[in-house]
């Protein structure tokens, strides 16, 4: 338990109190075998472990919770009344097509909102010297999209200017806005929270936070992950037949995960059949007896093959040019650590004069541009909808999250402090571990 | 909150105190890099909502809670004498290799068990009648079938004889065994553990829960059920082509599901392209005005095509003879529901003289002797990790679960009680109802 | 070699002499990089192999051979003044909607013909009385139609009455009939131009034969064959699954194939799995020494497990009850196979007391309904153009064929007088019986 | 029709005249029921077309034809006597095990020959230096192997010394070799029949030729080639997403191809995505009004987007660096065609400050590591049985085909003579021409 975060750093902002009836018919009791609304004050905590709610209770302090999201009873905008746009950014991502889709039907089919705005490329959509026009978006002009991978609003990295924004929504009387990105794209979200409160407007930001990596915290599944550790599970399968096809085959595999390491690990779980993974959370070296690439000499002289899974931000303090360029989003653009393991073992295998051949796989843009699978495309749909409810709620300046078997509502500040890494110390890394034979340590 | 239950039933049984060291060398500090033994009194709440548990705290009720699982430091069955069996019964479910797989594994190279035997074709295989021989199982013969689908074991449903099973755990000096399967193998796993008890033997005996229908109480998730809403979900996306392909044609779909309607219901919401789920959950009636045939019927009429998912348990009360067989297991044998639906629409449609063509497809075979996929694979090895860990540590009358981010034990009395179902006022099936936009009810 | 065809059968009919230039602009001369336009009289012959060619040559016989299709200089129609009409007619196959597709591209972008019109619901959709309104087809609105299965103008079996149908070609002007169907479709094509040359009328009808079963003469590949056998063989491997996984499993997949058994046999060889594979060419027996059932009884009891692949038109007279249905498309509705053939293994297996388990899987619209595959894709496409090359070009009463490696044109007459099955005494059908291990003869 | 090749170039050598009889027991007559031998003088015509036929007899010229392949009723080697060695070479293609589980079980199966070695990692495996063992090849041990991509006996580039080789073959008294590998393999097939001739052995040496390219010649399809395709077009319609989630997105897939873009091409049709294909056939400039990038940036930013294929044989003429280095098979390294344009476009848009952003895929390694789809598994089995059908009757120095629709046998060295190409005046190359909208030349 990170002990960093205090319990009103979770407190969701809401546009004001104005209240309209919700036009989606509940109930109110239990027994009618109607759903019911929300009720307003439903949290899930963060730390299921009663051992330690316990000593938190003896200690007086309060436990971290999150707030529960779902469809409530009173919301803030008037549907008729209310305009949204929709944007996504960054990286493709399995299941952006899903919940674009999701938010559309959501708003039309439930809320009776019937003018949504989809704004092209990114934030770019926002800014009239572009030139991109924006999309009206309709049931009817959406209605296959989910099939379908990459995004059909088309999307860019980077950040545009925060006034000019805020301007292009103020004009066209957006009143919600569902923004669809990463970290770069959150922090951008938050920027425009600023200046709409500046203004005294009121236009609720509602992120649905984008991450192939799963790497937010306090959130337990992000969209796409799945199909991912699928897709990534079957190059896996497939770099193995390569290792094993040649004598002393080596095959690289690198996957996405620019400071977490998730996708390479739950892919090595997935597919039992990789001998080394290194991600960004671990540190290894290259040179000296216990280093990774005389752990892998051993191996791959004793059992004839090796396959090896790095994640992208893996290693990257071993690069003799510690600079590193940005790129759009201002994300460090990493170094290929891959074409770079693929040099350092080729020599260090010559050295030793051990024949070898090595194959490097790089599949992440089929991965990034796949249609989501089934159990994404259902978790964007869940996603779409409760972003409806918490913006129609005039929630502002939050994310829609899933811990503990619940939708949630996070502040965005709070979920972009930290990344989510692999725990070390934790379950996942050691059943990597264990399913690999590496070593704890190849430094 | 069902508060049919008291949190003395999800206490663990233990073999006896007797303690040797784990040959699994783990840490006891946080901060070294190493993961940490499990502490011995760790538990999860079952239900993580604040307020809840807040109402509970005022009223002096202790909330239920379950025991967490992992690797203990201190074991209770010495590696070098133990002898492990495993057994599969009941239908398939994909990731029945899988977890015999990682079971095997498990045993073989973290605690240091080689002698693990497989028991053929269920129950069955602990009856000398039968002739089954079993099987050495060992790393080398189960190297690869994590992926095949099917059981590498064979499986038998039903139960047999429980003293001429423990007879044969006690002539084969098998200390650990593990059975997979359903409600039916779990009940006759609890009848081997109190035949056990009665001759005061020191075997434990672990379920690891194959529900394809993911329809066990207090556990999240089951095994083979994320493969089976994939495969189910491409099996829609045909029907669909079925059903439009028609002047009104409507496409029926029958699902796996005999209590509980998950697989039914998720599939709805991963493809949006059903118009109906009809699931054992639910009562509806096939004539009468707002009667599923009339709502069909103006449905099918005004789009020209309708698709249908029904659950495999739904609607059993429909048929005139309610006189049901029982399978080997036990089961009630279902009448087929979607004959009967195909049959009756044609009835109602005729009546009406709306020409229409019908379509039905049955895929339960398909979807039940699948390989998993990514997500079930990686989640299966986990399951046999902790279930190895359980066993070894001297657990028994346990099955592993999952809930709330964790691994859990749970007490086999408690998990075949009662079926987990779908909460008809729940976020589920309101979705599913938002998504088809059929009426609350068909009666 | 059937001798009953003469050369004379396969002559293509013509509209006329008329002439106009061809809008693709193409070359007439060798080596200068640009395709050339089709020579007149290209012929492909039937039968490759040389020594049968030269005993036909010198008992002075004429070989049969196809004519050849692709792009002419000179075509009948004239571009701008020519409308087109498309049909889809009977029983979902995948690629219907690529070859949709590809004739509505191939007619837009190649030929400049901009008024092309989709019929709904097979011939219904020429007969007011069902009120099915057309579609216009554009670029723009069938643009994604390739990625999915069905089929995008819907279709309907069973004929419609021949002078209604050409009543609507004439009153819509419609120059172009392309039918995409099977053999009743292609028939009732056949019945149209019989009534438009009785009315004198210059409208061309060229079919592109839509078989799944991969069964008419003439034609080495239909499209949707390789993409059923690929499905197949998925299902192939799961009933395995399911055969192996119980004591004396037997798993019977029933695949399509009313008159020929190229689906089951094809499968069969993907798969390597399949112990027995019957199909309506062969002839077997259920009682008696050699019978299929005492065949499968010892295989059964030898290996614990069987795995029969069965076409559904095989068996047909083994129904005590020898009265059959037709379908709407004047089709024998045959019985079913694979019902019957379970009832009966379960009497035989119970009469000798051999305990056992049956499963039965039919995917077959699961298969139909799907969408095409790369190779049918591919193929698809390319039927489509040279369906619009022979169409421009005045050709009529033909269907566009794949043979020795060449498209072709053939008469429809000569498609639909015998179909093609396999020969059993051929190499098809014996590397089956080389795979399986199954007797020649089980009567 | 190339006219550099003589019918006499089509002669399959044989080892001699000695004869047995075939172990399987087939018929000689028709009408029968059961498959008949094969005649010794079947021959398939290369061009089926007969107006070029007819023109040959006028002018006196014998057509070229190719041997037909199939059960000889004679056989030359003694099965119960005969030693089988299998080696596979070069490169991963889906199907190598497929090929490998077909030649053991109809070896085993049908010619009762139980002796059968394979040679691991190419033809290193002759070569005692290198250490690696042999494996026995049994029905069992393959048993499974069709269902994995990669090569169970492992394979290596590059010649070794062919008396080495021969020693080997002539020590392990090895009766029929087969070696599966691409161009370089059957060159070093040749030579060793060259050694065995010169040493009066009587080994037959018969290649299964290996080209996911589908370039060899007088070959109509070679295994793996639609596996290939396959897995391409799921990479190029993720690429497509790619290019269209970017403003100005560019997609560059490089597909394998060295010499012939049929792959490129194939896939481009059966996607109907990409706007550019750029093949080895090809030759394209990137500089001046009508090149490549000029045509590019016109189609971008007309549309938005571009995707792009290029084989990686493609415009190796365009570096400024013509050394090229060999690799151990002696195949000349490409440079990477795929990096050098995604640089080259940059700088063309860069020029002309034309936003944009490029996406690379290189699939090549997960393509080739594939297991064999449907298609190709069924393709392998008969190639197999056909490769065991030759070598038992004595035919050597020959490798099996696919022409018209009939398996053939061809000489070693005719089909290493030149590699078969797309036919830029083919209908292949112009219906890619079609579908993607480029300009016939874009010097």
């Known amino acids: 338990m990170k002990n960093t975060y205090s319990p009103n750093e979770f407190i969701i902002k809401e546009l004001g109190t104005r209240r309209v009836n919700s036009p989606i018919r509940l109930s109110e009791v239990d027994g009618d075998g109607i759903y019911n609304y929300l009720e307003s004050d439903e949290r ?73 705005i989809g704004f092209k490329y990114g934030y770019e959509g926002f800014v009239s010297e572009f030139g991109h026009s924006y999309v009206e978006l309709t049931p009817q002009n959406i209605e296959n999209i989910h099939t379908m991978g990459g995004t059909f ?13 805020v301007d292009t929504l103020d004009i066209l009387n957006i009143n919600v806005l569902f923004t669809i990105g990463g970290d770069g794209t959150l922090r951008g979200a938050h ?58 085959g080596i095959a690289i595999v690198k996957l ?12 090595a779980l997935a597919t039992q059949e990789a001998n080394f993974v290194l991600v960004p959370e671990t540190v290894f070296s290259l040179e000296g007896e216990k280093s990774f690439i005389e752990v892998l000499k051993k191996r791959t002289v004793d059992k004839s093959h090796s396959l090896v899974i790095v994640g992208e931000g893996a290693g990257q303090y071993l690069f003799e040019d510690q600079e590193f360029d940005t790129d759009a989003s201002g994300n460090l653009k990493f170094k290929d650590i891959g074409i770079y393991l693929k040099n350092k073992i ?18 992440s843009y089929i991965i990034r541009s796949a249609p989501a699978n089934a ?69």
């Not at 996405?256 to 892919?267: C, H, K, L, P």
Request: proline fraction near 4%.
């Open 191 to 248: 920027g425009i929270v600023e200046e709409i409160e500046k203004r005294g407007l009121k236009i609720s930001v509602i992120g649905i936070p984008k991450t192939i990596d799963n790497d937010i915290n306090f959130i337990d599944r992000s969209f796409g992950f799945e199909t991912a550790v699928s897709i990534a599970s079957e190059v896996i399968k497939n770099a193995h037949n390569e290792a094993k096809g040649a004598h002393n």
């Open 256 to 267: 996405m995960g620019r400071q977490s390491g998730f996708i390479a690990a739950t892919a």
């Open 44 to 116: 899930i905590l963060y730390d299921p472990n009663l051992k330690n709610l316990k000593t938190l209770q003896e200690q007086g302090i309060e436990p971290i919770s999150f707030e529960k999201t779902g469809p409530y009873e009173k919301i803030f905008f008037d549907p008729s009344k209310t305009k949204v746009g929709i944007v996504t950014c960054g990286g493709l991502c399995p299941g952006l097509n899903n919940v674009i889709r999701g938010l559309v039907m959501e708003l039309f089919y439930r809320y009776n909102v019937n003018r949504v």
């Open 153 to 165: 609003l088309g999307s860019s990295r980077g950040k545009q200017d925060v006034e000019t924004v």
């Open 375 to 443: 159990s994404d495309s259902r978790f964007c749909i869940q996603l779409a909808q409760q972003a409806v409810h918490a913006a129609m709620a005039g929630k502002t300046d939050a994310v829609v999250g899933y811990w503990n078997q619940n939708f949630t509502l996070l502040p965005i500040p709070v979920t972009v402090k930290e990344r989510k890494q692999i725990d070390l110390e934790g379950e996942l890394w050691w059943s990597v571990l264990e399913t690999t034979g590496q070593p704890t340590s190849m430094k």
């Open 346 to 363: 080729a020599e260090g295998f010559k050295k030793d004069s051990i024949a070898h051949t090595i194959k490097y796989i790089d599949p």
